[in-house]
């Protein structure tokens, strides 16, 4: 690859060289096999992360069919040796998740010092992160030691891998950054199904080292609410809070205290009147979590939105953050944050040439999820172009969508020659005549 030291560093080729191609080469040093090996684990990483860098639909299609292709894949993406589509899966089956894994903290690195975190604080400083479920692999016939089973009805069995992913987020910023991922399979010597709240204790165990040190408020699903997980995010650090969105049917005993102080006019409300419909908002504190939990207080905040035309929608949370006039706005705002992790993350790689619903493979130990690590990291990086780069900025706003930005580069990358991606950014830039725009 290209020297990027005068490069933007929220160019692909400079974030490409700092969070990806380390680390890759990092695993080949803990490669196992013959050191005469033809093609390398770094190579096949490369290879697979190129796939879904290019928004590629299949394996099969993404084979070099032209002398150009295969140049601009070997000079692009750093690889050497290009391996089969049946090679490729073999090597990453083999490589240890959890190795793979530590690439999520190079992402903090990057966003650290460029001073993205500092940009992504909100609300007394606090750094947003969203933490949510997504499935990414299901068969009826193909499985692993470590699938999940659903048994159905008819004696079928559905077998599948999820993940649990944690994205830094903000309140009024597109970007969505995901910083970890926690598998949600079976684990070893277990022959029960693993779940969320499971892999949710192992999450925070791995964000503690990478962020234990910062303010965080996490933002949560009503799934959360609970005593092990309210305590585990407090007792893991200090400077940990928590929103959590909170369900009358789920959490019976906190919304029957938050009635019955509002019945004797101890709830606090402010009343916002906006362009698009009123906002009323209440909280109060140290409630109860429930009836088995009285020892773990937390403070709850209602919110009711009336817009212009439509009906009435209420939210609800559960916090350990200071809550007052002054700062019971931003709290919902955190609140609904916890959508962008869904609408921004997944949503974005099911609908936008990502393909996450496609099955890559699945293989016997780690191929699945390491396909899931590699499509998260191609996204993030992404999501740092879309936060900075200016070139690739241009490419969107000349072609009006990412899907056309995203043909438009396969396109040229087809066809002609280039010594790197941001090269071939700025040959795209000449063949569709865009100029570049300010940002």
Known sequence: MKDTASKNVFDFDQLYEDIAIEHFAHLDELDSRRSNKSITISDALKSAFAIYSLKASSLLDFRPKAPAEESNLKKCFSIKNIPSDSGLKKLLDRVDSQQLRGVFPKVIDHLRKHGVLDKYRFQEDYLTVSVDGVHHYSSKKISCPCCLERK????????????????????????????????????????????????????????????????????????????????????????????????????????????????????????????????????????????????????????????????????????????????????????????????????????????????????????????????????????????????FRSIWKGLKTKKAAWDAIRTVFKMVTCESIDDLCHKLLDVYALRMIRI
């Open 152 to 391: 159905h009805r008819d004696g079928t069995v559905t077998y599948s891998h999820s993940m649990l992913s944690a994205a830094l987020v903000h309140p009024k910023r597109s970007e969505v950054f995901v910083i970890d991922n926690e598998p949600i399979v079976k684990q070893d010597g277990v022959s029960k199904n693993d779940c969320e709240r499971n892999a949710a204790t192992r999450l925070f165990g791995s964000l503690v080292n990478t962020l234990g040190c910062k303010p965080v408020v996490y933002a949560l699903d009503a799934l959360y609410g609970c005593a092990p997980v309210i305590k585990l995010i407090t007792q893991s650090s200090p400077k940990w809070k928590y929103v959590i969105n909170a369900k009358p049917a789920g959490h019976k005993h906190l919304f029957s205290q938050f009635d019955e102080r509002n019945e004797k006019g101890e709830v606090q409300w402010r009343t916002l009147r906006r362009k698009e419909g009123t906002y009323e908002i209440g909280y109060t504190f140290d409630l109860e979590l429930n009836a088995s939990n009285k020892e773990v207080a937390t403070n709850m905040v209602l919110f009711n939105y009336r817009p212009k035309k439509g009906k009435m929608v209420t939210f609800s949370w559960m916090t350990n953050m200071t809550v007052n006039a002054d700062t019971v706005m931003a709290i919902t705002q955190i609140g609904r944050s916890r959508w962008k992790i869904e609408n921004e993350v997944f949503n974005t790689l099911k609908n936008q040439d990502y393909n996450f619903n496609h099955n890559f493979g699945h293989g016997q130990q780690h191929l699945a999820t390491n396909f899931a690590y590699l499509m998260m990291l191609a996204f993030t990086i992404d999501q740092l172009r879309q936060y900075g780069s200016r070139l």
